[in-house]
């Protein structure tokens, strides 16, 4: 049989007051008999004891909750992961920039702007004369155009539409047999 000591040799070792060794002894440190302690198989206890403790003592968040050192490792590596992740598809040419994008936009939304304030002097020639039925169709189709053009990433002041024989698009008919509507000319 181990060697025994006293309440006060324990407390005394683990730096304890005898009244926190009778708290702890109601936590489940191992005691021989009524104030004989086994002070390794007490010391041994106590370490774990402790250890538990600083695992379950957390880091407090902003919101007042708390999260204990394994979860934040555990968080800190996922996060360390996830960045290594991304440089990766960075690399890879996956990802870009924001601000490319922003440029992008941009670039695009003039574009846009441009073509559609150019489009009333680029079509109002063609216009002149024609019943409303015709002026329709031809607004619809230079709109619709205009659209493709844009769906096509066309970016020349022809809309792309002059890209030589291969892709050369063919003009529509307009069925002039059609009867025009005198309705609202003067």
Do not use: H
């Not at 198989?41 to 007042?64: F, H, M, P, S």
């Amino acid at each position: 049989m181990a060697q025994t000591v006293s309440c006060a040799t324990v407390a005394k070792a683990l730096n304890l007051t005898e009244r926190r060794v009778m708290q702890l002894v109601n936590e489940g440190m191992p005691r021989q008999g009524r104030g004989e302690y086994d002070p390794w198989a007490c010391a041994l206890w106590y370490i774990r004891y402790l250890q538990k403790a600083v695992e379950q003592r957390g880091t407090g968040n902003d919101d007042g909750s708390a999260t204990s050192w394994r979860e934040e490792k555990k968080r800190l590596v996922r996060l360390q992961a996830n960045n290594e992740e991304l440089e990766y598809r960075r690399k890879l040419g996956e990802l870009a920039p924001v601000e490319l994008f922003e440029s992008k936009i941009v670039e695009f939304a003039t574009t846009v702007k441009g073509r559609f304030l150019a489009l009333p002097s680029k079509i109002a020639p063609r216009l002149e004369g024609e019943s409303r039925d015709v002026i329709r169709l031809k607004l619809f189709e230079a709109v619709r155009d205009l659209f493709n053009g844009l769906a096509e990433g066309r970016t020349g002041k022809d809309g792309g539409r002059n890209r030589g024989a291969v892709g050369k698009a063919k003009p529509r008919k307009v069925d002039s047999t059609r009867k025009r509507s005198t309705r609202g000319r003067a």
